[in-house]
């Protein structure tokens, strides 16, 4: 059979399909497939390495040249992932006999701990944004934006893409529960503190005087009708964080969420809990919130316990 260009992107396109039906993937989940799938046979055109008789060592070759690109262990995983899924579907249709990709073994990964804010600097940064706001409501109206956004991912631990998803007519009469569409497509439940409610309806407010309506998504520009960008919301919180003296590096929404989930933690919330909150489909991503609780009483205890007193001495 001659695979051409055409005849690969035909079957990319019938691959992601079926990850569509089966695993209910939207968005930038399918254009990662497709961008990995496409760098993939690329590289295999530029190796003259006939994919349908890959081959174990061709496979650690691959492994080998996106090292080399400076990729990490997770991205690299996620990309072998998609090769062995999509190997899985190559064999399903009948292309190959054996998914040679399944041999290799994930990439040790390195764990690094979640950057998180603590109460107080999450308490000043919503604080600040709405003094900052009353000051000069009409000029400062992205501030207002700002501490409604960190009020409702401080509160629910929501992802930014969800975030961006909800439409005002979801949340315009709410009492305190909202089911969303998670990762996966799949339904959850968050709760919304009676602050962020509030806020809310103080937004919703504001857009519907800008000529929005019901059926528009709650963060749209004010100007059209396009959803703001999560990088226009990194942008306003690195410009929050200046302006409240917040450690840069610290912040960005997906830090909030995760000091959502850590401060839970601290204040005796269990793990099962926190999993469904967050809308994970394991326990095991939840647990790394335990390192962080751990890391922090070994600070306690190195900095306050009377015996570090003596020994200093």
């Keep these: 059979m001659n695979f051409d260009k055409n005849k690969i992107s035909e079957i990319i396109e019938n691959f992601v399909h079926t990850k569509v039906i089966d695993k209910g993937i939207t968005g930038n989940t399918i254009i990662a ?95 600040q944004s709405g003094k900052i706001y009353i000051e000069n409501p009409i000029k400062n109206i992205i501030y207002l934006r700002t501490q409604v956004i960190l009020e409702i991912l401080y509160s629910t631990g929501l992802r930014i893409s969800e975030l961006l998803n909800i439409k005002i007519n979801q949340v315009a009469n709410i009492k305190d529960k909202l089911y969303i569409n998670g990762k996966g497509n799949k339904q959850r439940l968050v709760i919304f503190n009676q602050k962020a409610l509030d806020l809310v309806k103080s937004w919703i407010a504001i857009m519907i005087k800008n000529n929005k309506n019901k059926n528009s998504y709650l963060f749209e520009n004010i100007k059209n009708t396009n959803v703001i960008s999560r990088q226009q ?81």
């Design 33 to 127: 497939y497709k961008k990995d799938l496409n760098l993939y046979f690329s590289w295999c055109l530029n190796n003259q390495i006939n994919f349908i008789e890959i081959q174990k060592k061709d496979i650690n070759f691959y492994i080998h040249f996106l090292k080399e690109k400076n990729l990490n262990s997770s991205s690299v995983n996620r990309k072998l992932s998609v090769i062995k899924s999509f190997y899985d579907y190559l064999n399903q249709i009948g292309l190959v006999n054996s998914n040679e990709s399944k041999i290799i073994g994930t990439q040790k990964l390195k764990k690094n701990l979640p950057k998180v804010l603590s109460e107080k600097e999450i308490l000043h940064l919503i604080d």
């Design 233 to 313: 919301i990194y942008k306003d919180l690195k410009k929050l964080a200046l302006k409240t003296n917040t450690e840069l590096e610290k912040i960005s929404p997906h830090s909030v969420r995760h000091s959502f989930a850590s401060h839970m933690l601290n204040r005796g919330a269990d793990l099962r809990s926190i999993q469904k909150l967050l809308g994970h489909s394991d326990i095991s991503t939840t647990e790394i919130y335990t390192q962080v609780r751990q890391n922090r009483l070994k600070g306690l205890v190195n900095n306050i316990h009377p015996l570090n007193d003596i020994l200093k001495r």
